[in-house]
């Protein structure tokens, strides 16, 4: 990325909440780097250097700010080719694969050549992979021992090293502050059996609608919403283990910020569910920078965000389920498919009591299991398909899948169409340029022919799953 150090300066000075996340700012006369929204005294322009990740900061020899947090800072979302394979890597670096794979291998899941992955990461972050890995598990570690009550040691594992020896080395080094120092300096939240975080994110943001959206599809004894709270089961798979537990999600206190609370029990999984959370509720996004392609569409509700999933498969079942049919019909399959498949989970939510089935089970049913449901046969075959496809390996809708070969292989399987395949895309795997195509509702919202539509549609490339949410939402206020 790019910096014009003037105009960064001119942002550290207004504290401009659009640029937070976008670049960094290290003081050279105090050996700290900032976000451009800290709150303390703006520096002289002589003495500040910017940098365009927190990994290029701290290999500059900067050390985090404990007043503004930069592990707190959204992160980016782009949509040109490089930016996007570059973030991409990232995203599997936050999720944690490098503790289980190499970047050659990253190179290899993406379709591209090391050395490609390894020029791009380094002109979009300002390091390399390596090296943008360990400040992200600098700065979990961080995070963990100033919010959470975490041991030590436990912080350690949660964050990716692989001995708390290498952590305490690492740790004091970087920021010239003991782990046991930090956690002693400052107030852990939470109580035993959960633990609490604050993901950032740039204003506006309509948690109000993304919540109504989330709430209208929301599937019964995975999800449920109550006020201004979400609340839902979570699995994930990491270091070849799964864990179990559940997330509450609500706006923080006087903060741009969501509060998650997540169960003890996903203590080992942090950084990939930290990671989904983040692309679930599109905290990445520049609301601006979409603003300015959609235009008088956005206007109304600046604040729109994309709502993404925390499961791929979860996500296109529900799909799969909510074709031809009203969004409340198929919310309610979806809850029989989840009673019936799921997993029993204790939580201390009274509308959260499952875990939604796994692609692995499903693989393993016939069409008869899924059909008694009331689903018709068509989309029992299409649920079996997938759901085998993704357990062999043949189908991702993991982060950071190519876009392009998943459409093609969600395609190619029985029952799943365009519209199907572009409405996973734009959920699934957070594709902003994603457009189901024919939707009924959109071509109604736009009040044109499909033909006529599809063509209209192309002034917003790249943001056409922003225009959809927009579109949708311009439909509650007609009559």
């Not at 451009?36 to 701290?58: G, Y």
């Not at 740790?171 to 502050?177: I, K, N």
């Not at 799921?342 to 009274?350: M, S």
Request: hydrophobic share 45%.
């Amino acid at each position: 990325m790019l910096l014009d150090a003037d105009q960064c300066y001119k942002a550290l000075v207004a504290h401009d909440t659009r640029f937070d996340g976008r670049f960094f700012v290290g003081v050279e006369s105090t050996g700290i780097y900032c976000r451009p929204v800290c709150t303390a005294r703006t520096p002289k322009r002589a003495s500040c250097s910017f940098f365009s990740s927190a990994a290029a900061a701290e290999s500059g020899g900067f050390r985090p700010c404990l007043r503004c947090r930069p592990e707190l800072a959204p992160g980016n979302s782009a949509v040109d080719a490089n930016a996007r394979l570059a973030q991409s890597v990232a995203g599997l670096i936050e999720d944690g694969r490098l503790e289980e794979d190499s970047v050659a291998g990253l190179a290899d899941k993406l379709k591209v050549t090391d050395r490609h992955l390894r020029r791009v990461f380094q002109q979009e972050y300002g390091v390399s992979p390596i090296e943008f890995a360990q400040t992200q598990r600098l700065l979990l570690a961080k995070r963990l021992l100033t919010d959470t009550q975490l041991s030590v040691t436990d912080t350690a594992f949660a964050s990716g090293f692989a001995s708390v020896r290498r952590f305490n080395d690492l740790f004091s080094t970087r920021y010239r502050l003991t782990p046991s120092a930090l956690r002693k300096s400052r107030l852990a939240s939470g109580v035993g059996d959960r633990l609490s975080f604050e993901l950032g994110y740039r204003p506006p943001y309509d948690w109000t609608a993304l919540l109504a959206f989330l709430e209208k599809r929301s599937v019964a004894g995975v999800e449920s919403v109550s006020g201004k709270r979400y609340r839902r089961s979570i699995r994930l798979s990491h270091n070849g283990k799964v864990f179990a537990g559940w997330l509450d999600a609500q706006p923080a206190t006087k903060k741009h910020a969501l509060r998650i609370d997540v169960s003890a029990s996903l203590a080992p999984c942090i950084p990939p569910l930290l990671a989904r959370a983040k692309r679930a509720f599109d905290l990445n996004a520049d609301p601006a920078e979409i603003a300015s392609v959609l235009g008088d569409l956005a206007r109304p509700n600046p604040g729109l965000r994309l709502p993404g999933s925390f499961d791929g498969f979860e996500l296109a079942v529900r799909a799969i389920l909510g074709q031809q049919i009203t969004v409340k019909a198929a919310t309610t399959i979806a809850g029989r498919f989840a009673a019936a498949f799921g997993e029993r989970i204790e939580t201390p939510f009274d509308g959260v009591t499952h875990l939604f089935p796994s692609a692995e089970r499903i693989a393993t049913l016939d069409y008869g299991d899924i059909a008694k449901l009331g689903i018709v046969s068509a989309r029992a075959r299409a649920l079996i398909a997938m759901a085998r496809a993704i357990d062999s390996g043949d189908l991702d809708l993991g982060d950071g899948a190519d876009v392009e070969v998943t459409l093609a292989a969600l395609e190619a399987l029985p029952g799943i169409g365009a519209w199907t395949a572009q409405y996973i895309a734009m959920r699934a795997l957070s594709w902003p340029d994603a457009f189901p195509h024919p939707d009924v509702a959109l071509i109604k919202a736009l009040g044109m022919k499909p033909a006529a539509a599809l063509k209209h549609t192309e002034r917003w490339r790249p943001w056409r799953a922003y225009a959809v949410i927009h579109l949708w939402k311009s439909l509650e206020k007609k009559p």
